[in-house]
């Protein structure tokens, strides 16, 4: 799920986060996440700040994670998966009461929905997934800056780039960045994601 509040203008410092950015990681795509229709849709609105929060903790946790600094302050973060890459159930473990409190009695119904977009992830070639992109300003480079920053390495590496759009406005942006749609996964009862591929620059046709 990738949502972005502000592609354009200034370029913030990338950097691969730190263990000590974790809160200000999920506090962040707390705010880029607010009005998202897929997180607005699987968890309660009952403290859904909080609730947010707290399911970007657990992934940033899980997952290799950069973000977009300005003056000291985290502004930006995304969450890029190399191709293979897969949580240790350790740590899956140790995290899990993360994710029951961040969706409590929509616990169901949001495994449900991840397992049906896990299922039409493509599972060959190997590619680096953007599981999650987003700023907290708008207008301010922040996600270019990131999504640059990101589809360098993946590029360095020469291997494709998959993502899920929940935010259909996005698409478009995307499309900027050498993204095509390849679909849609919809979700029973709830918004629809569109899955994206991007070639590696340079890549032979």
């Not at 903790?57 to 995304?78: M, N």
């Not at 680096?128 to 589809?151: K, M, N, P, S, V």
Request: charged letters at 20%; glycine letters at 10%; proline letters at 9%.
């Amino acid at each position: 799920m990738t949502h972005d509040q502000g592609m354009l203008n200034r370029t913030p410092v990338v950097r691969e986060a730190h263990a000590s950015d974790l809160h200000a990681v999920a506090d962040v795509l707390a705010t880029a996440f607010d009005a998202d229709p897929l997180m607005r849709f699987i968890v309660p609105a009952d403290g859904y700040r909080r609730r947010v929060a707290t399911l970007f903790a657990f992934e940033a946790a899980l997952s290799p994670a950069w973000v977009a600094v300005d003056d000291g302050r985290v502004t930006g973060a995304a969450l890029w998966a190399p191709p293979g890459h897969r949580p240790s159930p350790l740590a899956l473990l140790r995290h899990s009461p993360k994710v029951v409190r961040t969706f409590g009695s929509r616990m169901l119904t949001a495994a449900r929905l991840f397992r049906i977009v896990e299922q039409a992830h493509p599972k060959t070639p190997p590619h680096w997934y953007l599981q999650t992109l987003g700023a907290a300003e708008q207008g301010r480079g922040i996600g270019g800056a990131l999504l640059r920053d990101g589809l360098a390495r993946v590029d360095a590496a020469g291997l494709p780039a998959y993502l899920e759009s929940s935010a259909p406005g996005n698409v478009p942006i995307y499309e900027r960045y050498g993204f095509r749609v390849t679909g849609e996964i919809a979700l029973p009862g709830g918004p629809s994601l569109v899955p994206m591929w991007r070639e590696p620059v340079g890549a032979s046709d």
